[in-house]
């Protein structure tokens, strides 16, 4: 069965960065976007990054210049790095693997158990 998992979360200060992984299995991982979210409680699952097949890149203006979306289709891996974290990035991260690249977290069908990020003023 397909199974995404997120590493690389942790606590930091801001203006620091981190670097999380999303590592897929059971799945071509070549032929799916792969999308960040992060989700804070009490609020919708916010997108973050998002990466298609072909290596386009999408960003918030929320964190557009700080942070960076790859992939690495040779490891089934995606990442995130994640530059100038401020205290609202705080959040657990998510990461969702979907054929087509879509902007909706509830269009998503594949989905990593999360990882925090904590970020401390």
């Known amino acids: 069965q397909v199974q995404l998992v997120e590493s690389g979360g942790g606590l930091v200060q801001a203006g620091g960065s981190l670097r999380l992984s999303c590592a897929a299995s059971?799945?071509?991982?070549?032929?799916?976007?792969i999308t960040w979210f992060r989700q804070t409680p009490g609020k919708q699952r916010e997108l973050v990054a998002g990466i298609t097949s072909g290596g386009d890149t999408r960003y918030p203006n929320s964190v557009k210049g700080r942070f960076t979306i790859s992939r690495d289709n040779a490891k089934n891996t995606a990442y995130l790095q994640m530059n100038s974290l401020k205290p609202e990035d705080t959040a657990v991260y998510y990461c969702?693997?979907?054929?087509?690249?879509?902007?909706?977290?509830?269009?998503?069908?594949?989905w990593g158990q999360g990882t925090q990020v904590t970020v401390s003023s």
């Open positions: 059971g799945l071509t991982f070549s032929n799916y976007a």
């Open positions: 969702a693997a979907r054929f087509h690249y879509s902007y909706y977290s509830n269009q998503y069908t594949y």
